[in-house]
């Protein structure tokens, strides 16, 4: 990985997006006044208008199959480039006096929205950054804006340096659609585990290494306009003005994405040309068997940018999670390429040049009042353990408070328990199995991604729902009664805790019995 991050950063050309968050501290929200973002333009455009496609050419599906071949008619119709004059969205609330400016509305997970008034060029980096100044929330890099296309079932992020206001220009008249503000913290993550996204079987490489994959270099080769990267596999594709869905090999190159007519070949008069992606957009479809009859739920579809209509949407399916978001990965690194790697790095570049530290924080030192006199705590590496302590001896006090006087009972320390852990972002109380696969997969199905919840068949215990290899499992959290005391435990009573809030951090440090440690929360905030 190391290796791979060296590469990185000698092809990186430094620059920064537009930052106007910080204007909106205030309350106001207007910005008129305040100069566009310095975008940092793509190295070596994947398509110009005039320029030769690399790989291979495009394939009308017209050509003759010689006899006794077995083809395969085309589940789509013959490419033509979209020629659809745009629509301006009535979803936007109406303009203000200022040209400059304009009102935009927020959902959230909860479908609570908030409309903000923002500059006309703002990027989907500056929205995130405004709701979180706004919200108080912790800014992990993780906050997203997503397009949500309700009357079509699909939604995509929207990379930070989009503009927002073109994506809303794409929008129809009567077209049901929002902008989404929410956690994803698989955005980024191909970046630190390539080869997590990408498995050796769907990837192959054209270059003087005889098409043999390097793993140091495999998302540079993406970035990398010189090489010529290649998804192939087999995806189910819905035929236009059908119903029935249709299994076929696709080849995903430089110069667009392709499906053989012939079994696996890729030979250029097998390959029928589908679409590529500087006018188009890739989505994730949210109920692919419900509203579309998909074979399987992991389904996405390439769409158009200035259309809004069910059939120019092309419709595929994958067998797996894995393969559908190597799919989907693979197409957002051809379409952005290394302005891709500029959003990954621009946040963490900035903390370490301007950490933002106010006055009255340098001025903080640390204490430790856990004895009869407070004392200031010189050395550093005693800061976390005093703190620690501290926190461990708050939670006796009020287990103690709220037990009474005396040995608390079972249900007593039952209470304590509860009211310490109800106000934790990562609990989700009473949440249903398939609501916390929801929200998991919704903020990214990456390894240790995780929430807590009640029970639904059994009101005593909980439940830790954690996110593995892009699979989701359930973990019963089982109270302990030892003694009149009560705890909790993963394993049968082996490792107990005498609250949520000690499991929780225990497994944050340590795998234990859980396939990997717990990373990331799972969070909601009400707008």
């Known amino acids: 990985m190391s290796d791979m991050n060296n590469t990185l950063d000698e092809i990186h050309t430094p620059g920064c997006l537009g930052e106007k968050a910080e204007i909106f ?21 994947l398509l110009q208008p005039n320029a030769q496609k690399i790989g291979t050419p495009l394939c009308t599906g017209n050509r003759s199959i010689k006899e006794g071949e077995e083809s395969y008619p085309s589940p789509f119709p013959e490419f033509i480039p979209s020629t659809i004059t745009p629509l301006v969205s009535e979803c936007l609330l109406p303009r203000t006096k200022s040209s400059a400016t304009q009102v935009i509305k927020v959902y959230n997970e909860d479908n609570t929205s908030r409309a903000v008034e923002v500059p006309s060029d703002i990027t989907a980096r500056d929205v995130c950054q405004l709701f979180v100044l706004k919200n108080h929330c912790i800014d992990d890099h993780s906050w997203t804006l997503f397009e949500h296309l309700s009357h079509l079932g699909i939604e995509r992020t929207i990379e930070d340096h989009e503009s927002v206001m073109e994506v809303l220009s794409g929008w129809g008249v009567d077209a049901d659609c929002r902008l989404y503000f929410r956690k994803n913290f698989a955005k980024y993550e191909f970046f630190r585990k390539p080869l997590d996204f990408f498995p050796d079987h769907m990837v192959s490489i054209s270059s003087e290494a005889n098409g043999m994959v390097d793993h140091s270099q495999l998302i540079q080769t993406f970035l990398n306009s010189s090489t010529c990267p290649e998804i192939h596999g087999h995806l189910h594709a819905k035929e236009q003005s ?20 012939k079994g696996t070949s890729k030979e250029p008069r097998h390959l029928q040309f589908i679409a590529d992606f500087s006018d188009s957009d890739v989505f994730t ?34 067998d797996d999670e894995q393969t559908r978001t190597c799919w989907i990965t693979a197409m957002r690194l051809l379409k952005y390429g290394m302005q891709l790697y500029q959003n990954f790095i621009q946040p963490h570049q900035k903390q370490k040049a301007s950490p933002m530290r106010s006055i009255s924080e340098n001025s903080l030192v640390a204490m430790d009042f856990s004895g009869q006199k407070s004392r200031v705590i010189e050395n550093p590496s005693e800061v976390m353990s005093v703190a620690v302590e501290e926190g461990l001896s708050w939670r006796r006090k009020s287990c103690h408070r709220l037990s009474g006087h005396g040995s608390p009972s079972t249900s007593q320390n039952s209470l304590s328990n509860i009211a310490l852990h109800l106000a934790q972002c990562w609990f989700h109380s009473k949440l249903s199995r398939d609501e916390a696969q929801r929200l998991i997969t919704q903020q990214g199905l990456i390894d240790g991604v995780f929430l807590l919840r009640d029970s639904q068949s059994n009101p005593k215990t909980f439940v830790l729902s954690l996110c593995h290899m892009q699979k989701i499992k359930h973990f ?25 809030i000690q499991l929780v951090e225990f497994y944050q440090l340590n795998r234990g019995v859980l396939p990997c440690k717990l990373k990331h929360h799972c969070a909601r905030i009400t707008l």
């Open 285 to 318: 479809m949210l109920s692919a068997k419900k509203l579309h009859g998909a074979p399987t739920d992991y389904g996405f579809c390439v769409k158009p940018t200035k259309c809004s209509s069910a059939r120019d949407l092309k419709l595929l399916c994958a």
């Open 25 to 45: 501290q205030s309350g106001r929200g207007n910005a008129s006044g305040f100069p566009g973002p310095a975008l940092i333009p793509l190295q070596a455009p």
């Open 476 to 500: 019963q959290i089982l109270p302990v009664d030892d003694e009149g005391e009560l705890f909790y435990s993963l394993d049968d009573g082996h490792t107990r805790f005498t609250d949520l």
């Open 242 to 261: 059908r119903k029935s869905w249709k299994k076929f090999y696709f080849v995903l190159r430089r110069s667009g994405l392709y499906f053989s007519n």
